[in-house]
């Protein structure tokens, strides 16, 4: 029971520095406006974290265990590896999507921060994006994916844009639905990665297949419908 006291008492002041650091800054917030907020003594706060930026690099570690756990469980529901990257990415704007605040904390003031690397919080992140690597070395190994890609470079490009566009987006508040941007980020890479020689290529590219044993001119007839 006191063990769950504690607990709480943490995630509260965890939830409250998110909300003060996403709306004042990191450099301009204090301590004593987090405990004010929270409705706890600065001494409270202490009891847990030494500094200011050891409450800072501590605030991804659980929410992004969860993410990933719940991303994990989704992955074995899935077939096919672009089925399974379109999910990854969904999952990651809809979090951002559902938690401006935190959104906001990971790319402003925790992303370009190298002291931040060696804390639980990115090694959190850093196991959990490995399942999309993962994803991608499956679809190379069942022909899904061409052979020649690079599996770390996909992943960076996937992790990269979704950095510029949700940066962007708690700069600006544009757009207005992280989610709309998924489909045609993960349509555009997929027709890139997609081994085509492997028919038929991902559903979601929306591509007529060739039907083997029909001459050229049945074909034009197919795709001209399709």
């Known amino acids: 029971m006191a063990q769950n006291k504690t607990e709480l008492r943490k995630k509260k002041i965890i939830d409250t520095a998110t909300k003060v650091f996403a709306?004042?800054?990191?450099?301009?917030?204090?301590?004593?406006?987090?405990?004010?907020?929270?409705?706890?003594?600065?001494a409270s706060?202490?009891?847990?974290?030494?500094?200011?930026?050891?409450?800072?690099?501590?605030?991804?570690?659980?929410?992004?265990?969860?993410?990933?756990?719940?991303?994990?469980?989704?992955?074995?529901?899935?077939?096919?590896?672009?089925?399974?990257?379109?999910?990854?990415?969904?999952?990651?704007?809809?979090?951002?999507?559902?938690?401006?605040?935190?959104?906001?904390v990971l790319m402003l003031y925790?992303?370009?921060?190298?002291?931040?690397?060696?804390?639980?919080?990115?090694?959190?992140?850093?196991?959990?994006?490995?399942?999309?690597?993962?994803?991608?070395?499956?679809?190379?190994?069942?022909?899904?994916?061409?052979?020649d890609i690079n599996p770390y470079l996909i992943r960076s490009m996937i992790l990269g844009t979704i950095e510029h566009l949700v940066t962007n987006w708690v700069m600006t508040g544009s757009p207005d639905d992280?989610?709309?941007l998924v489909d045609p980020m993960i349509d555009t890479i997929v027709l890139g990665i997609s081994n085509t020689d492997n028919l038929p290529v991902h559903w979601s590219l929306q591509q007529p297949v060739k039907q083997q044993g029909v001459s050229n001119k049945t074909q034009a007839m197919l795709d001209s419908k399709s």
């Open 45 to 104: 706060i202490y009891e847990y974290f030494l500094t200011k930026e050891g409450l800072l690099f501590s605030i991804p570690a659980a929410s992004s265990h969860a993410l990933f756990d719940t991303m994990a469980f989704h992955l074995k529901l899935i077939r096919g590896a672009a089925n399974k990257l379109r999910a990854i990415v969904y999952l990651l704007m809809d979090s951002y999507q559902k938690n401006p605040d935190f959104a906001t």
């Open 110 to 147: 925790l992303k370009h921060n190298k002291r931040f690397l060696d804390t639980e919080g990115h090694i959190a992140i850093k196991s959990g994006i490995k399942q999309i690597t993962q994803v991608i070395d499956q679809g190379i190994e069942t022909g899904e994916f061409k052979k």
């Open 23 to 42: 709306q004042r800054g990191f450099n301009e917030s204090t301590i004593s406006e987090i405990a004010r907020e929270a409705k706890i003594s600065e």
């Open 178 to 180: 992280l989610e709309q």
